[in-house]
């Protein structure tokens, strides 16, 4: 009997460690709720897309401070928001510190775009492997390379020399060399030269598989931004000359719109983020965080429509170079005004009088109040409360934002043909003249580099940091000292994120 | 066939009910008048006389005390025939008087708290026995402190052990022993609760009524048994159970109070924030005040003041309701024991919205003796809870929102349903009214909780042999429910739709484990030898969605189906399971108990790492010199033991890493049609185990026939391949890596004192006192890691603490112009007086971010505890202490004017800002607060967070023995607690007692008053 039950008692006990070892294999399942890269059917070759609709997501689901920084060194715009981010606001004025967050976040931001283009590339080329239509995966691949040059072209505007990330992964960046400003540009070019091949022949907004995609013209505009930074302007006249000339582009009549609900997905736009709240007022709604640029205290028109934050005033010296030119459609669709604004003008006896159009009201029938963190706000980045989908309240939401449109490439045309590049897509004369035009001024003759610049200006100030990028690259340092500001060509390159530095010791050699 | 009581049986029962008989007998006759009795006591073993033992007669207050030589004389009534006779340090014995009027009573010296039997891993042992460092504290003591969390009653009590309330009802303390060795963010600093057997990440399902003990585990030596997840220390609780032949004991133990905020603080008032707003020379405002000023009236006090003056501290507290009752029975036979109980806690949240928690557990655990070589047992705890958690933004919204704004406007038409008062009205950016959080949000919270187990255990060979296999399960289901109400108060602050977001979650872990045990005596030589198994399997669930645009009334509509939209962006779901497989040993051997000697060793395998198994040993050695020659029977070293520890401790509360390329699928509208695409992810975190290293060293020591114990314990904890974020060049990404390395060290003292002065007079002092120092060693080659906000740094520095507190030091404040002019930093960055002036660390000239230092770590460096108890006849009175040193506080809430000017501020601030030569040496001007160059994070904003409280203060009265309707009245216990009735503190918030060292919208911990009432029968 006792022999018995001892017996069973090791038998419970063996069975136990059995069971318990056989456990052992259970060590090796795989993490849930992941989608494996290794699991990727690349053979289901309807997915090639994937990976570049991805990248598109990355250029629109784009972090807030990236616009920010690029844009906010230039003479047309002041940081605003006073009182808030310290050193956003030390930027503008040129004061640069190493450790601001922003630096260090836009030059991640940007770099992680770049490395997710390296990415999608190799995933593309595994679907392209098994693609009938192999051509397809081209396209999609000379996609990607312009809007990873679009992005590099940001980071070394801002940086200068940066290392080029080549790999999909970001490690390889710790052997990585530093190339200078011009051979990044040169590198960005001779990418966009690989792309154009491939590329369709439509204008972004034609395109029915993905609309407002990247097209060839995207990549020559984008490649004429590169041969700006680099001078070399006949490559700005030929990039230019060659969308010009394929007239598919034109110039949204309606300036003030083109700027609002009408601009999304517009005739002239080359290169745009896309927002939408799917026109339902509850719901899914893919944003940009337009309250950045939005007054700090207003009066809708339609009550309940959210206000923002104070940042990105227009400058008192881009409101008055606008005035001294009598222009008003440019300068009411890119300034909204408030009565300390106004007041703050009128201090200087030569614009006592000013138009009677010029009011805390919008054309739109918003009401802007004085508020304590700045006097103007920018127009370009402003949704009429009208215009918001009813229900939703969110500042600027379901607005797009336009990176190049058809009017910077007839400027940059009539740019590089004042610098003596020859183009075959008209004079710079008619370049000039259809801006200005559009914009209800009078044709000019005999255009000068000054008088381009002058027009680019006006037309393109608050977006994209141009006017700055512009004033560096032809050396006019007294542009940029302007109310209380000292420029200085040491100042044209923010100094490297110190996390950055501390990671990669290339870049403390600068 | 008629059943007759076998002879054995009956003889006992036929005793008793003579002695009875003769009893009441004598009663008439002898003791008519009462009787005299004289009598010595001494002890059992050595007969000396014991001098100042209580004599009680039972049932009665009456007592009398033993003499110098041991003797007393006492008179007992006709109806009086047992005394109690208690000693310190002896076991008290009842003696019943027969015919003998000269007593001789014998005392057992008592069995010491050295042969305690302490609960270690897979096993118990006794303290005299242990290498290390373990503390035990009893449930008579946890009960003490009026809480949900069992965690809160340990505060002050266990050297080595950082208790942290989080205030809010139903919020789990945050707890950690001896510092922490991973890097925070990567892992969960609580350490691993085993109830039961069970492994748990918080026992805040546990009423503190249901537990009989928790012993917290604290060195290497008692930690690696649990190899696995022992890195942070290990908290063994054991539920209550019933004992073999014990009578059936029916108790119930509840309490209720009140809760009341304690230290808020002082705001400024509508005249000394009208003041501050007036001295800022902003425009903006100063239109503020005159808008309040037009919109509300002016003060009549003051004309130049609003006449509003919202103390919003005041407005969103209360006064709240704490409240638990418990009912435990328990008992046993000869071949079974258990226990059953039923408790109910619920507690008012002292803000003052639906914040609340409530919990009912049921409990029950039996143990069968099936045959003398099988026990089998099991163990169910079942825990309902609801909690509705508090808008935590209230607090920090209360500090910010102007004192000039009223909480209700009735002007405010745009409101709706209520009239809110809105900022925005008088100008200001936000609406800081706190009021519509607080009335339109809820988050509810159901959390249902079932521990169970079931164990077989065979006694292989007798008293020798046994083999135990336990299989325990835990079920936790959270139903999560957060409701947002539409309201509008104007200026675009509205929430036009209802909103509801549910979250169903289910945590399902299982532990199997296998346990052979041995136990050997030959001659001196005594061996405990253990080995096991055990196998996790873990496995957690989620689903989530939102609705938008739901009736709102009634309640019973509040549901995803009745929602006019459901956003695709609130579908989510997520999940693991995880599998863990580990083998275990303990060896404890000792000699003649004087030489000791400790080891266990544990293979552990995760499925969660990429490197599957770790190995975790550990060796422990003890000498007890009380058992050698030189210090047998010394009269004032009753025991002392030398002993020392290592070993190697696993975390695996790092998260899980997928060691392999991943792609997120993403979406966004193109031409606004929603399109699906996916963004592969290039770097590869791969993980393998945290390993802890860690020595001990330690004395035990009793003095004075035991009525002094000290325990003293010198660590070092090193943390070796510490899973730090690496980031990687050119990303925002983080990979982490085991790569860091990083260090605790300390000195932990336990000191208590116990004696008996008369029979009724008892008294104990005790005390504890922990040292701590936290230290990056290694982080990968990278001179430091930073955390924290950008505005608010906190940085990882090698050879400083973790998440160090990192900025500018102020040297003072720039009293006038002169002293402007004269320094070049000043002219530089434009500063006028009133302005902060930092100290240029690095001696360029220049203040930037380069002159930033550690200005002090969110850890205490030094904690301590004092405990007092009194006993006095029925009156018994226990005081607890608490504080703590060196630990910083960033405070937050003043941090906050940097992206908001012109918001309201405390008093403090107000009244000793800078405004003239000579006003401040540390706070700038009110201009000043404005300025970026005052802004930058300083030790302006990180202050001193030491501490000292009286942690809680019990009184109670015990009614014995009284008559009740002609039966016994029950062991009754009637006592009153104050629960942290005081605190000091330099620190300007509401407590500096902040888990993170980061005071924003920390939940003030409330002073709680009770009235207890306890009853046995």
Known sequence: ?510 | MKKSLPLKQVIPWAKALLLLLVLSLLETSVFGQGRTITGIVSDAQTNETLPGASVLIKGTTKGVSTGIDGKFTTTLAASENTLVVSFIGYETKEVIVGAENNLTIQLTAMRTTLDAVVVVGYGTTKVKDLTSAITTVKSADLVKTPSSQPMQGLQGKVAGLQVVANGGPGNSSTVRIRGIGYFPGVSNESPLYVVDGMFFDNIDFLNPSDITSISVLKDASALAIFGVKAASGVVLIETKSGNYDQKTEVSYEGYGGYQYAQNVVKMANAEQFTTMALESGSAADKTSIDMAMQRYGRSRVNPNVPNINTDWYNEILRPALIQNHSFNVGGGGSKAKYSIGANYFSQEGILDMKNEYQRFNLRAKVDIKATNWLTIGGNVVLSDATKYSEQAGAWNQAYFAVPILPVYDPLNTAAAPIDFANAKDIGYRDSQNPFPALTYNTDRMRINKTLANFYMEFNLIPKALTFKSSYNHSYTSLEQRVINLPYDIGQGVANLTSDVTKAFSTYSDHIWDNVLTYTKQIEKHNFTVMAGTSYRDDGYQMVRAQGEDFPTDPEQSWYITQSGTIPVAGVGDGGYRQYGLSYFGRIAYNFDNKYLLYATYRADGSSKYQEKWGYFPTLGAGWVLTEEDFLKNNSTVSFLKLRGSWGKLGNNYVQATTGALTSDVVKWPFGGVVYNGTISNSTLSSLKWELTEETNIGVTARFFKERLTADLDYFIRITKNAVIPVSVPGTRDVIIKNAGEIKNSGFELSLSWADQVTDKLSYSIGGNISTLKNEVVDLYGQPYIDGGSAEFRQRSIVGEPLMAFFGREVIGVYQNQSEIDADSVAIINGLVPGDLKYKDQNGDGIIDDDDRVVLGSYFPSLTYGINLGLTYGNFDLSVNMYGQNGNKVLNRKRGEVIWTPGLNMDADLAENRWHGEGTSDFYPSSAGLRKGWNQKMSDFFVEDGSFFRIQNVQVGYRINGKKLFGGNFPETKISFTADRPLTLFKYHGFSPEVANGIDSQTYPVPSTYTVGLNVKF
Not at chain 1, 184 to 213: K, Y
């Open chain 1, 1 to 510: 009997m006792k022999r018995k039950s001892i017996f069973i008692q090791f038998a419970i006990l063996a069975i136990s460690l059995l069971v318990a070892s056989g456990c052992e294999k259970k060590l090796d399942e795989l993490a849930e709720n992941q989608t494996y890269t290794s699991g990727t059917d690349y053979t289901k070759t309807s997915d090639m897309i994937k990976p570049l609709i991805g990248i598109y997501v990355k250029l629109s689901a784009t972090e807030w401070e990236n616009y920010p920084l690029i844009s906010v060194r230039g003479d047309d715009v002041n940081a605003g928001g006073l009182g808030d981010q310290q050193d956003f606001s030390e930027t503008d004025k040129f004061k640069y510190n190493k450790d601001y967050w922003m630096y260090n976040s836009v030059w991640q931001n940007h770099y992680i775009k770049i490395t997710n283009s390296n990415s999608a590339i190799e995933q593309i080329l595994k679907y392209k492997e098994f693609a009938s239509n192999k051509a397809l995966a081209d396209q999609y691949i000379a996609e990607v390379k312009v809007l990873r040059g679009y992005w590099l072209l940001q980071l070394s505007r801002i940086w200068g020399a940066i290392p080029i990330p080549m790999d999909p992964d970001p490690t390889t960046l710790y052997v990585a060399p530093l190339s200078t400003k011009d051979e990044v540009m040169q590198h960005i070019s001779d990418q966009i030269d690989e792309a154009l091949p491939f590329l369709v022949d439509l204008r972004p907004n034609e395109r029915t598989d993905i609309p407002g995609g990247v097209t060839k013209h995207t990549a020559l505009a984008v490649k004429a931004l590169v041969n700006l930074e680099l001078k070399n302007y006949q490559k700005v006249a030929d990039a230019t000359g060659e969308i010009i000339k394929s007239s598919k582009f034109t110039l949204e009549p309606d300036f003030y719109n083109l700027f609002k609900i009408k601009g999304k997905l517009n005739n002239e736009n080359l290169l745009e983020m896309q927002y939408s709240d799917l026109g339902s007022g509850t719901g899914d709604n893919y944003s940009y965080l337009y309250a950045f640029f939005g007054p700090e205290g207003w009066t809708p028109k339609v009550a309940g429509a959210g206000g923002g934050w104070g940042f990105f005033e227009p400058s008192i010296k881009y409101i008055k170079f606008m005035l001294n030119r009598g222009e008003v459609t440019r300068l009411q669709t890119s300034v909204l005004f408030t009565d300390r604004g106004i007041a703050e003008i009128k201090k200087d006896p030569a614009y006592l009088n000013l138009p009677s159009w010029i009011s805390k009201t919008t054309p739109s029938g918003d009401v802007l109040n004085d508020y304590a963190r700045a006097m103007f706000a920018s127009g370009k980045h402003y949704l009429p409360s009208e215009l918001l989908t009813p229900g939703r309240t969110d500042y600027g939401t379901n607005q797009n934002m336009i990176c190049i449109r058809y009017a910077e490439v007839l400027l940059m045309y009539a740019e590089a043909l004042t610098q003596n590049a020859s183009g075959s897509a008209g004079s710079a004369d008619d370049a000039v003249n259809a801006v200005r035009n559009r914009a209800g001024l009078s044709s000019i003759s005999g255009v000068t580099n000054a008088q381009v610049m002058d027009e680019k200006f006006a037309e393109l100030a608050m977006e994209w940091g141009t006017r700055f990028y512009d004033m560096v690259r032809l050396g006019k340092t007294e542009e940029l000292s302007y109310e209380g500001r000292s420029f200085a060509t040491d100042k044209t390159f923010l100094p490297y994120p110190q996390a950055q530095v501390d990671l990669l010791p290339i870049l403390k050699q600068n």
